[in-house]
């Protein structure tokens, strides 16, 4: 299994909804990432997990709070979000920090 | 900090043409330079890569060369098809970054290719 899935595919959620976007990967990797990309805009990095743990919060709003259960799993817990957050959400993963980055295909998300 | 330049785009070729897209970089370290590739509505895919200088990345016809002397690794392909069609971008991750920004790739704008039959 190469590839890392992410569910849903799409989401539309209002400002006061909670939800939460879903990433998993079954190659052994152990660092996984959080991607947040506009249209037309390259992705920006908002959190890295190593070893199951964070590495790095690229001073991403509290609003958005990364969850990683165990190796091969990664959430992202959503509240309160505004319409300006709404973007591709992609996940990746790598072996380690020097490798690859795989990226999952996305969630859409719009905030109503 | 690291950064990647690319050529923006968008770039309009005929099927069969020559394709290059120009990158440049500058790293603090001696980065891992990579292509990805995003096609309509999907996330992000390894074209290629190159970890030292000299080296050459290829996959699918495309190529490119890690040129430290010049800080380039420009993507070339000698006859796109429509299927090429997608935004390409250009990244580095820099592990002579301390801490663990070593983690991050940097990306360039990415470029916009269409191809037309």
């Known amino acids: 299994d190469t590839e890392v899935t992410q569910t849903p595919k799409h989401l539309v959620m209002g400002m006061t909804n909670k939800k939460s976007l879903k990433c998993e990967q079954h190659?052994?990797?152990?660092?996984m990432y959080w991607y947040k990309q506009k249209a037309k805009k390259p992705p920006e990095l908002m959190f890295v997990?190593?070893?199951?743990?964070?590495?790095i919060n690229e001073s991403v709003p509290s609003r958005f709070s990364p969850e990683c259960p165990n190796s091969s799993l990664l959430n992202l817990h959503l509240h309160a979000l505004q319409p300006e957050d709404s973007a591709l959400y992609l996940c990746?993963?790598?072996?380690?920090?020097?490798?690859?980055?795989?990226f999952g295909p996305g969630t859409r998300l719009t905030v109503l | 900090g690291d950064s990647v330049t690319q050529m923006e785009g968008p770039v309009t070729l005929s099927e069969e043409a020559f394709l290059t897209i120009n990158c440049t970089y500058t790293a603090t370290g001696y980065p891992s330079l990579f292509w990805y590739v995003q096609y309509p509505g999907e996330g992000l895919q390894l074209l290629l890569k190159?970890?030292?200088?000299?080296d050459k990345g290829s996959n699918k016809g495309f190529e490119a060369t890690y040129r430290k002397e010049t800080t380039s690794f420009h993507l070339e392909k000698g006859s796109v098809q429509v299927s090429d069609s997608a935004v390409y971008f250009c990244a580095l991750s820099d592990p002579g970054n301390s801490g663990g920004s070593n983690y991050k790739l940097t990306f360039g704008k990415g470029t916009l290719l269409t191809v037309n039959p």
């Open positions: 190659m052994g990797h152990r660092a």
């Open positions: 990746a993963s790598s072996q380690d920090r020097a490798s690859n980055q795989f």
């Open positions: 997990y190593s070893y199951e743990k964070l590495s």
């Open positions: 190159a970890t030292k200088a000299d």
